[in-house]
């Protein structure tokens, strides 16, 4: 079982990126999805999350109101749209697969590999 993120990039301040991640399991279409990042010398910090069915959706302060995650069970996949992107923003996006839709690493159980977004001012 696998996840595979893409879509990271470098872009100008201001600009936009779409994340993606998608499960090699139809199985995780039953699974809450997480977006977590890590900056340089920083603690992985929460991004988004999104429940199993879609419904629900949480977001960290700092990504409030630029950030979108969004799934597409049919694809196994889900997405993180970033508009408004800072220099702050610049970090290793990491997509994660759990039971809850929780703020916390912890509890999710299966990680991707990461992609680098890198926002220039």
């Known amino acids: 079982v696998q996840l595979q993120a893409s879509g990271g990039g470098l872009v100008q301040a201001g600009g936009s990126l779409r994340l993606s991640c998608v499960a090699s399991?139809?199985?995780?279409?039953?699974?809450?999805w997480g977006w977590f990042r890590q900056a340089p010398g920083k603690e992985r910090e929460f991004v988004a999350a999104i429940s199993w069915s879609g419904d629900s959706t949480y977001y960290g302060d700092p990504v409030k109101g630029r950030f979108t995650i969004a799934r597409d069970n049919a694809k196994n996949t889900v997405y993180l749209q970033m508009n408004g992107l800072k220099p702050g923003d610049t970090a290793v996006y990491y997509c994660?697969?759990?039971?809850?839709?929780?703020?916390?690493?912890?509890?999710?159980?299966?990680w991707g590999q990461g992609t680098l977004v890198t926002v220039s001012s």
């Open positions: 994660a697969a759990g039971v809850h839709p929780t703020k916390s690493d912890y509890p999710y159980d299966y």
């Open positions: 399991d139809r199985t995780f279409r039953n699974y809450a």
